[in-house]
C-alpha cells in the first residue's frame, strides 16, 4: 500500500511516498514559485521515477500546507499543523514537543505519544520570526545560502539582532556591517533572533522533551544550536524533517485507507 504526502508550501513543495504507513521510499522538493498545483505535480512524478512505480500504483494522496485546496488531484488535506506533529513524532518516537520554522510562519507545538497536537502557538505577524528572514539576509550580505551556517558556527561574539519587524532587523543589520561587526557574528546572531521568537512560542505551550525541530531551518546546524541554546534543551534533527508535514500527511492518508477497508476511493475533499 503506498500513500503519497504532498506539502504545498508558500516557499517549496515537499513530498513523500510511503509503503504500509512505515517506511519511506522516496522524498521530493520542488520550489513552488506561486503555482503549488504544477509544483506537486512535479515533485510526485519525479518521485514515482524515481523508485519505479507505476503512477496509479500510489493508492492515496493526501495534501497538506497553505495551498492544501487547491490540488485537485487528492484524497484528503490535512492541516499543516496536524501533518507536521504526526511527521515528527514518526521521525523521532519519542517527541513531545514539535518546533515549526516554516517560510512564512513559525509555530510551536505539544503532541501526544502518536502525533497528536495537544496545544499550540504560532507567530506569523512578521517576516523576522519566519525563515524567509534569513533568505533576505543571506541577500542582502551576499552570502549564499549553504554557506550561512558554517560562517555563522564560526562566531566568536553573535550580535543578537532585537528588532521584532523584519524591515527594522535589516536596519540593525546594516549598522552592524557599518560598524564593522565581523560577518559570522551578524549571521550567528540571525540564527539566534530566529531561535529568541521560536522560544516564546515554546515557553507560551510548554516546553517538554523531547524537543523536535521540523521544516526548512532544520538543515541548517547554526538553527538548531542557536535553538537548543536558548531554550536550554537537546533538539531532535534529522534532514528529513524537512518532509516532516508531508511525512504527516503521507500517515493521515493511510490511516484513511485502512479505515476505507483498502478500496479505491473517489477524489474528494475531506478536512482533518
Not at 129 to 152: H, I, S, T, W
Request: net charge neutral; with cysteine; hydrophobic share 45%.
Amino acid at each position: 500500500m503506498i500513500t503519497c504526502g504532498l506539502d504545498l508550501g508558500a516557499g517549496t513543495t515537499k513530498g513523500v511516498l510511503l509503503e504500509d504507513g512505515q517506511r519511506l521510499l522516496a522524498t521530493g522538493l520542488a520550489p513552488t514559485r506561486g503555482n503549488p498545483v504544477e509544483a506537486g505535480r512535479r515533485v510526485l512524478e519525479r518521485m514515482v521515477e524515481e523508485v519505479n512505480v507505476l503512477p496509479d500504483e500510489v493508492e492515496y494522496l493526501c495534501t497538506t500546507g497553505g495551498a492544501r485546496y487547491a490540488y485537485p488531484d487528492r484524497h484528503l488535506q490535512v492541516s499543516d499543523i496536524t501533518a507536521s506533529g504526526r511527521g515528527a513524532v514518526f521521525l523521532f518516537p519519542g517527541t513531545r514537543h514539535v518546533v515549526d520554522i516554516g517560510s512564512q510562519s513559525s509555530r510551536a507545538m505539544s503532541v501526544s505519544e502518536t502525533g497528536r497536537v495537544v496545544r499550540f502557538k504560532m507567530n506569523e505577524k512578521c517576516a523576522a520570526g519566519a525563515g524567509r528572514f534569513v533568505d533576505r539576509c543571506a541577500k542582502y550580505l551576499q552570502v549564499p545560502l549553504d554557506e550561512m551556517a558554517p560562517k555563522a558556527l564560526a562566531a566568536a561574539h553573535p550580535k543578537m539582532i532585537s528588532s521584532v519587524c523584519a524591515v527594522l532587523a535589516e536596519t540593525e543589520i546594516i549598522n552592524n556591517v557599518a560598524d564593522e561587526v565581523p560577518l559570522g557574528d551578524i549571521l550567528m546572531g540571525v540564527f539566534l533572533s530566529l531561535a529568541q521568537r521560536a522560544y516564546i512560542l515554546m515557553r507560551n505551550v510548554g516546553i517538554q522533551p523531547e524537543v523536535t525541530l521540523v521544516g526548512g531551518l532544520v538543515r541548517s546546524e547554526a538553527m538548531v544550536r542557536a535553538l537548543g541554546q536558548t531554550a536550554k534543551v537537546a533538539v531532535n534533527a534529522d534532514s528529513r524533517a524537512h518532509h516532516a508535514a508531508a511525512i504527516g500527511a503521507a500517515l493521515l492518508g493511510h490511516s484513511r485507507l485502512q479505515k476505507l477497508g483498502h478500496r479505491p476511493v473517489a477524489l474528494s475533499a475531506v478536512e482533518v
